[in-house]
């Protein structure tokens, strides 16, 4: 009977040892988790060179508008691909951009922000004016529409067509000048994250 009280103590023990030894490493490969995600950026930064089609679409004052020419009149351009009824990743990159562009000050007047619709059947010029009344935008800040085809071109110009609207990804394009490389930001970048981007870009010019 003792050894057997002995042998059931050391199995115990043992197994509170085990016990012990595994929820401690539970806990270092969390707090190691809980650490990479805090330092982990949100977006991902690509150097990358397009060659954009001639394409026209419409701005939202209903005027016609063929790219690449309508940016390419020196000045950088910051870019992203939206719809109006999103109510996922839209709304945050447009949220950016405003303050993205509030940030900028009096600065914002030598950059063109572009959004190009992804939903043109829907969007209309009067649709997107109204939408971009909702985020303030100023008059460096042009929104897009057109065909369903130019639509799909000027995305696949960028590779950023996924198929339909609803895979839509986020996505921000930046370019110093015309001629020069674009830089691609896939993910939710903050405002100041956008300013330094921006800020970075051209001042390399």
């Known amino acids: ?7 059931l103590r050391l199995v115990l023990a043992c197994a509170a040892c085990a ?26 930064r690509h150097a990358a060179v397009y060659r954009l089609p001639q394409t026209t679409l419409l701005r939202s004052d209903g005027a016609k508008a063929s ?10 351009v910051v870019l992203n691909f939206v719809f109006t009824t999103c109510t996922a990743v839209c709304p945050i990159l447009s949220h950016s951009f ?22 043109p059947e829907e969007d209309t010029p009067e649709r997107l004016a109204e939408y971009a009344k909702r ?19 000027l995305q696949k110009a960028f ?3 996924f198929g339909d609207k609803m895979h839509h990804r986020p996505m921000t394009f930046m370019r110093a ?3 020069q490389a674009w830089v ?4 939710f970048a903050t405002p100041d994250e956008l300013l330094k981007e921006y800020r970075q870009l051209v001042a390399s010019r």
């Open 1 to 7: 009977m003792g050894n057997l009280k002995t042998s």
């Open 19 to 44: 016990l012990g030894n595994t929820v401690h490493a539970a806990k270092d490969a969390h707090e190691h988790h809980q650490h990479h995600a805090e330092t982990s950026p949100g977006y991902a």
């Open 67 to 76: 790219f690449p020419g309508e940016i390419d009149d020196g000045k950088p």
């Open 98 to 119: 405003a303050e993205f562009q509030r940030k900028l000050g009096a600065e914002r007047d030598k950059v063109r922000m572009v959004s190009i619709s992804i939903d």
């Open 135 to 153: 985020f303030g935008a100023g008059r460096q800040w042009g929104f897009y529409t057109g065909s369903a085809q130019a639509s799909v071109t």
């Open 159 to 161: 590779q950023a067509y």
């Open 177 to 179: 000048a015309p001629g």
């Open 184 to 187: 691609r930001l896939e993910g």
